[in-house]
């Protein structure tokens, strides 16, 4: 089976903090709660939906999934959705995807939550698609995602200068520029037992 064929289909996948589930219009009242944790939207350097959009940025993602470009999951605590996650610009010839469009409520940052998440991804990409690279990318000033990214193992390519137009409203027509940030196939063995021991820790604590 091919790598497109894999990442449109729906799969859950669960570890011991976090399950990733298939994303579904069913979510969007916890999301809405979600994003108001912190009000996300407000930070200028990301592309996080306002309440009022989440409805639509739900429908936005089911539709690029449809189109085979993505494969969205909502991240589950307890039975209740505290963000999003996805696989996204799938590079099917070079079996290579991003991991992105990412964002927690507020009471989980700064908990297991995202190196679980990551983990589970993480471990998805490289050993049922059989990916040779998985791909991170942030704005440059986003200095908190890119400590997160740095921490999974994940080594810094290179960076995109005037990749993107900003449009949030306290940056409108500022130039992004872009980091991005990968792990390799051959690097996997060492970030999972990485991840696996900075999880093992968690549990300890």
Same mark, same amino acid.
């Given at each position: ?29 916890? @999301? ?28 936005? %993602? ?8 993505? =494969? ?32 927690? $409520?507020?009471?989980?940052? $700064? ?7 990551? $983990? ?16 991170? $990318?942030? *704005? ?11 921490? =999974?193992?994940?080594? =810094?390519?290179?960076?995109? %200068? ?21 792990? @390799? ?8 037992? *990485? @991840?696996?021991?900075? =999880?093992? %820790?968690?549990?300890?604590?």
């Amino acid at each position: 089976m091919t790598v497109p064929n894999l990442l449109t289909q729906a799969t859950t996948l669960r570890g011991q903090h976090v399950c990733l589930m298939p994303l579904s219009a069913a979510h969007h009242d916890d @999301l809405l709660e979600a994003v108001k944790d912190g009000e996300l939207w407000r930070h200028w350097y990301t592309a996080i939906p306002t309440p009022d959009k989440m409805a639509s940025e739900i429908e936005r %993602r089911l539709s690029l999934q449809k189109q085979g470009s993505m =494969l969205p999951f909502t991240v589950q605590v307890n039975g209740k959705s505290v963000g999003m996650t996805t696989y996204m610009n799938i590079d099917a010839a070079n079996l290579r995807v991003e991991i992105g469009s990412t964002w927690y $409520r507020a009471s989980v940052q $700064r908990s297991p939550v995202n190196t679980e998440c990551k $983990r589970l991804l993480l471990a998805y990409a490289f050993e049922q698609l059989q990916c040779n690279a998985v791909e991170f $990318r942030t *704005h440059y000033f986003n200095q908190q995602s890119r400590r997160a990214i740095e921490r =999974l193992g994940a080594k =810094l390519d290179g960076v995109l %200068r005037n990749h993107q137009i900003n449009h949030h409203p306290d940056a409108a027509g500022a130039l992004r520029d872009t980091c991005v940030y990968s792990i @390799l196939n051959t690097e996997w063995p060492t970030v999972k037992a *990485h @991840l696996d021991y900075q =999880l093992s %820790r968690s549990r300890e604590a």
